[in-house]
């Protein structure tokens, strides 16, 4: 039986054992008037107060059902709907859960929303997949509606196999104890079996930023890659001034090295931070939609013209704008959403690097975000930026060493945390990174190799999945140096890992575990030496 069931059937067995002495009570004193009892018409004013009265009753009655169970019911009656449990204090988790709900419908995938309360680890396993939302109140503590849930699943290790959860946890980075709750949950959830869609996302007081980087999850989960942001940040105003191919002829899509500055000058950012780009349609995409709709682009509207206004907006169908004047249609014009790219330099460089491949649809279209940084804007064009802190991928302390795991565009996060460390003398470096080709896809490798001729990088390991002689993941390369690992490790090495979710990030992940075991893997998360920047 699951857990709302056989919540339900206990709170019907309540009320009944309830509501049988009380109709005991009436019987009697019904018998005790019995024989005084007279008809007396009230009179029709009295009828319909008193009908009133019960309507009323019953509709508040009818209300606070509706509302108890409401969260509950919605999307149900999908059977296949993704669940959405939310522990909420103050209905703030639980506001994000229908919002995390609403944004998944209108991609087109069924949702349901529940309290986690409700809930146990046969429901959690039936369930296949779930999105967590949980708050933590006073110092670590589960909100109360979901005390219970933490007694009765997190007190053992749970047979969660087969589960796979994405966990957005709730906090006040004031208090010692950061999002406690959220992280007792993932914890139980890791020894338990469940496996990650995607790294927990940790919001520090409502950060608007953490909350874009969920909506950045939920994009990629439900494959909408033009889902709206629930809030609007101010970008500010870049300028593309280098953009490079860096592998040519690459049996993979086209892999840019990008550098932006600021128009105002400020470079202020620290290594792990992440770039989120305010997307833009190619001119003749909107030119073919201004021909087809008879707008004219060059009008005014607030303080831009329609053009550049379309330019940065989803573009409507033609039939839903036939009636509209310029003014009513600019109104109505919804945001394109942002894109994220992990940073790879540091304001010392004097400028904002980024790695960015090419990405393309079925029918040829270049994606948005990278088809517009790599192939739409030209150099010298303004781009909207603006910077998401990203705390949880920070290089560690000097004096530790560090390994440093990635594949692709990865080598991004990791060349920042590179730099960082190397502009305040730190050496103790292991770069494992992995790609297609050595001859074609070997990036930065100039750079790469000039750290490890003069010291900064003690070891570089490298994979080529296409490399015909011994073809290679980088989580095999770490396994070949499980003596190694285990020895940094030992000297309190931390470890980084920046690059593809499918396949690198859950194979490093299984190495880490066989090699180090999992006790230690889940210590090192959390004392902050084991961090992911994963997509």
């Known amino acids: 039986m699951t857990g709302p069931l056989a919540a339900n059937r206990r709170e019907a067995f309540g009320h009944a054992l309830v509501l049988l002495p009380l ?42 059902r509706w509302q108890r169970r409401m969260p509950e019911a919605v999307g149900a009656a999908s059977a296949d709907a993704l669940l959405i449990a939310y522990a909420s204090q103050t209905g703030f988790a639980a506001q994000l859960a229908r919002q995390t709900a609403d944004s998944l419908r209108d991609a087109g995938m069924p949702a349901r929303v529940t309290p986690l309360g409700t809930l146990d680890e046969a429901a959690l396993r039936d369930a296949g997949r779930v999105l967590l939302i949980v708050s933590t109140t006073g110092e670590g503590d589960a909100p109360d509606e979901a005390s219970a849930f933490e007694r009765r699943c997190l007190a053992r290790i749970g047979n969660l196999a087969g589960l796979r959860y994405g966990l957005l946890a709730l906090g006040d980075s004031d208090y010692a104890e950061f999002c406690g709750f959220g992280r007792r949950l993932r914890h139980w959830l890791a020894e ?18 953490a909350l874009r980087h969920w909506q950045h999850h ?235 001729r003069d010291g900064w990088l003690e070891r570089l390991d490298l994979a080529w999945s296409r490399e015909p002689v011994a073809p290679a993941y980088v989580q095999r390369r770490l396994r070949e140096s499980a003596a190694l690992l285990r020895a940094w490790v030992e000297q309190g090495a931390a470890i980084r890992v920046c690059g593809s979710l499918a396949g690198m990030a859950p194979g490093v992940d299984e190495v880490l575990r066989e090699v180090l075991g999992p006790d230690l893997v889940e210590q090192m998360r959390v004392d902050g030496r084991y961090r992911r920047d994963v997509y």
Not at 201 to 209: I, K, R, T
């Open 218 to 452: 939920l994009a990629m989960l439900s494959g909408a890659t033009e889902m709206p942001d629930w809030q609007r940040a101010p970008y500010a105003n870049w300028r593309l001034v280098q953009r490079q191919l860096l592998n040519p002829d690459s049996l993979g899509g086209p892999c840019f090295h990008l550098a932006l500055r600021p128009e105002d000058g400020m470079l202020a950012w620290e290594a792990g931070d992440i770039a989120e780009i305010e997307p833009r349609h190619a001119a003749e995409t909107v030119a073919r939609w201004l021909a087809a709709t008879g707008f004219d682009g060059a009008l005014v509207v607030g303080n831009d013209t329609l053009f550049e206004r379309l330019a940065r907006s989803h573009l409507p169908a033609s039939a839903d704008v036939a009636d509209l004047d310029a003014a009513t249609l600019a109104a109505q014009l919804q945001a394109l959403p942002h894109r994220e790219y992990s940073i790879a330099s540091v304001p010392a460089d004097g400028a904002l690097d980024l790695l960015v491949r090419r990405m393309q649809h079925d029918d040829g279209r270049p994606g948005l975000g990278s088809g517009w940084l790599t192939q739409h804007a030209e150099e010298g064009t303004a781009i909207a930026l603006r910077i998401r802190a990203n705390p949880s991928f920070r290089p560690p302390a000097t004096d530790l060493p560090l390994i440093l795991i990635g594949n692709g565009t990865g080598l991004a996060g990791l060349r920042a945390l590179l730099k960082a460390r190397i502009a305040v003398g730190a050496r103790r470096h292991w770069l494992l990174f992995g790609e297609r080709q050595p001859d074609r896809d070997f990036f930065h490798r100039d750079e790469l190799e000039g750290w490890l």
């Open 192 to 209: 338990s079996a469940a496996q990650p869609l995607f790294d927990p996302v940790e919001v520090d007081n409502g950060d608007a930023g």
């Open 23 to 64: 109709a005991a009570l009436a019987a009697w004193l019904f018998s005790l008037h019995a024989g005084a009892l007279q008809w007396h018409d009230p009179g029709a004013q009295r009828w319909l107060e008193a009908s009133v009265s019960v309507l009323a009753w019953l509709g508040l009655i009818a209300l606070l």
